[in-house]
């Protein structure tokens, strides 16, 4: 069994998520409310207001929460690896 030291080392990403679980869920519950919307990234460049293509809701709740998704996956199989063994 890991302490919770090796665990932040090991897998950052999903200790920042499960400690962050009560916040991502509500952030989640707020833009599943509001699903008709679309979220988009508004850019002003040289005096022209751009739209970027429109993201992910759970995404844009990761970046906030300062969780990066392709590590927090990667973390997650090795997680399930581990269990494997």
Sequence with gaps: MMTEAEEKEKYPNCV???AASE???TIMEFLDGID???LAHYQHDDGV???LPVRDKQRVVLEYLGVDPVEL???RRAI???IRG
Excluded: T
Aim: aromatic residues 6%; without cysteine; negative net charge.
């Design 49 to 51: 207001d751009l739209m």
């Design 23 to 25: 916040e991502h869920r």
């Design 16 to 18: 920042r998520l499960a």
């Design 80 to 82: 399930l690896e581990n």
């Design 36 to 38: 008709p919307y679309e």
């Design 73 to 75: 996956e990667n973390e």
